[in-house]
C-alpha cells in the first residue's frame, strides 16, 4: 500500500527566509501525481504545487518549488522569501492514475518569525 | 463565488445520536468527497461519489452513510455517533475524478465531538 511520510510535524523560519518542508513516499507504481497543499487557521485546504511523476522537470509557482527525486521518492517543498501569510499547516498527499483516491502526509505545521 | 459549502461548521453529538453533514458546491463539478482529519494524521477519504447517482467506500466508511442528492450536493449521515467519530470532516468537489490535472476543491469543514 502506498504511504506518505512528513518528518517535521512544526518548521519555524524567519521572515523573508527560505525554508524547506520534507515528504517522502512509498509505492511500487511509476506512473503518479504528487501535491503539497497548505491548509491555513481558516481550516480550508488550498492547493500549492502539483508535480507529474513521468515530468523530469521540479514544478514552480511562485515562491514555491518542489525537488521532486523519483528514484529516491522524495518530494520536498521549497518555500522562497517567507511571509507572515505562508504560516499555515502543509499537507504533502500522492494520487496514483490507477487508483485515483489521495494518500495524505500528517501535515507540517509552519511557523514564520517576524 | 461561494465554491464547496459545508454546515454546520460546529457540532456537538451525544453518543448514539445522529446527523447529516451537508455540503453543496457551485461549480458544477462531477465528483464530490468527504475526508475527515485526526490530530497528527493526514486526511482519511471516508466516502466519494465520482459523479451523480454514484457513490463509493473509500479508507474509512464504517459508520457513515452519504447521499448525493443531485449534482451540487453530498451529505453524510451519522446514524449513531460514537466517540471515536470526534473529528474535523471535510467536503470537497472535483471537475472529475481521474482526469489528468484533477484539483480538489475544499470546503471549510465541520468541527464534531461526540461526547
Known amino acids: 500500500a502506498q504511504t506518505v511520510t512528513q518528518s517535521q510535524p512544526e518548521m519555524s523560519v524567519q521572515e523573508a527566509e527560505t525554508v524547506t518542508l520534507s515528504c517522502t513516499y512509498d509505492?511500487?507504481?511509476?506512473?503518479?501525481?504528487l501535491f503539497w497543499y497548505k491548509q491555513p487557521p481558516s481550516r480550508q485546504m488550498i492547493l500549492v504545487i502539483r508535480?507529474?511523476?513521468?515530468k523530469q522537470q521540479n514544478a514552480t509557482e511562485n515562491r514555491f518549488s518542489v525537488n521532486f527525486q523519483k528514484a529516491a521518492k522524495s518530494f520536498s517543498l521549497k518555500i522562497s522569501d517567507s511571509q507572515l501569510g505562508d504560516a499555515a499547516m502543509y499537507f504533502c498527499a500522492y494520487r496514483s492514475n490507477s487508483n485515483y483516491q489521495l494518500i495524505w502526509g500528517a501535515g507540517t505545521k509552519l511557523i514564520i518569525k517576524p | 463565488n461561494a465554491g464547496v459549502t459545508q454546515t454546520p461548521k460546529f457540532q456537538v453529538l451525544k453518543t448514539g445520536q445522529s446527523m447529516t453533514l451537508q455540503c453543496a458546491q457551485d461549480m458544477n463539478h462531477n465528483s464530490m468527497y468527504w475526508y475527515r482529519q485526526d490530530p497528527g494524521m493526514g486526511l482519511r477519504l471516508i466516502y466519494y461519489s465520482a459523479s451523480e447517482g454514484t457513490t463509493d467506500k473509500g479508507e474509512v466508511p464504517n459508520g457513515y452513510n452519504v447521499s448525493r442528492l443531485n449534482k451540487r450536493e453530498f451529505s453524510l449521515r451519522l446514524e449513531s455517533a460514537a466517540p471515536s467519530q470526534t473529528s474535523v470532516y471535510f467536503c470537497?468537489?472535483?471537475?472529475?475524478?481521474?482526469?489528468?490535472?484533477?484539483?480538489?476543491?475544499f470546503g471549510s469543514g465541520t468541527q464534531l465531538s461526540v461526547l
Open positions: 508535480q507529474e511523476a513521468y
Open positions: 509505492t511500487s507504481e511509476s506512473d503518479y501525481y
Open positions: 470537497a468537489s472535483s471537475e472529475r475524478q481521474g482526469r489528468i490535472n484533477e484539483k480538489l476543491f
